[in-house]
């Protein structure tokens, strides 16, 4: 059998350092997935909300003559 230090460059130490890279990157695989699917889930519920806001906001009688206030004009 080869000796573990001679296949490859930089010795045992080098072969520890590919293990734990390699167990980071698995791990930032599995937080990126779950980041994603949050972010998905969130613009789900994003989505429905603004949703009833526009179903609720149809529903609301405005007096004449009343102005209508942009709740996304930044001054709220």
Same mark, same amino acid.
């Given at each position: 059998?080869?000796?573990?230090?001679? =296949? #490859?460059? +930089? +010795?045992?130490?080098?072969?520890v350092?590919c293990?734990?890279?390699?167990? #980071?990157?698995? @791990? =930032?695989? !599995? !937080?990126?997935?779950?980041? !994603?699917?949050?972010v998905e889930? =969130?613009?789900?519920?994003?989505?429905? #909300?603004?949703?009833?806001? @526009?179903?609720?906001?149809?529903? !609301?009688?405005?007096?004449p003559?009343?102005? #209508?206030?942009?709740?996304?004009? +930044?001054?709220?």
């Amino acid at each position: 059998a080869a000796d573990p230090e001679s =296949l #490859l460059p +930089g +010795g045992w130490e080098t072969a520890v350092w590919c293990d734990e890279q390699e167990a #980071l990157n698995e @791990r =930032l695989d !599995i !937080i990126e997935e779950k980041v !994603i699917k949050t972010v998905e889930y =969130l613009e789900s519920e994003v989505k429905s #909300l603004l949703d009833t806001v @526009r179903e609720t906001a149809k529903d !609301i009688p405005v007096a004449p003559g009343t102005p #209508l206030g942009d709740i996304f004009d +930044g001054k709220y």
